[in-house]
């Protein structure tokens, strides 16, 4: 199976800067799509910024020029670097991976869809 786990979030002032990590594992060839959204108390889930296997970047106009979202292919792995985070940037944060090619156990490779990281929280203290 495919699992994401998120980690960096945490306590920043405004301002300040946080980086985000989101590993997938299992055995897993391809990954088509990732991506970071987030979600404040008692709003909807929004995103945040997309990155494709080529790497062509997708940004949501309020973190245009503060976020960067980045992936290590060979590694599976998916990175968003906040800078000058705002107290309005405050939210659980979750990582997401869309058309995943991978194999579980003997069985021949397939395709997975909309895989979800379990969250982490980003809250921004003015």
């Known amino acids: 199976q495919v699992h994401l786990v998120e980690s960096g979030g945490g306590l920043v002032q405004a301002g300040g800067s946080l980086r985000l990590s989101c590993a997938a594992s299992g055995t897993i060839f391809s990954i088509n799509v990732m991506g970071w959204y987030r979600q404040a108390p008692g709003k909807q889930r929004e995103l945040v910024a997309t990155i494709t296997s080529g790497g062509y970047t997708n940004y949501t106009d309020s973190v245009k020029g503060r976020f960067t979202i980045s992936r290590d292919n060979a590694k599976n792995t998916l990175y968003l670097q906040m800078n000058s985070l705002k107290p309005e940037d405050t939210a659980a944060y979750y990582c997401?991976?869309?058309?995943?090619?991978?194999?579980?156990?003997?069985?021949?490779?397939?395709?997975?869809?909309?895989?979800w990281g379990q969250g982490t929280q980003v809250t921004v203290s003015s």
């Open positions: 997401n991976a869309d058309r995943i090619l991978y194999r579980q156990s003997s069985f021949a490779p397939r395709w997975g869809y909309d895989y």
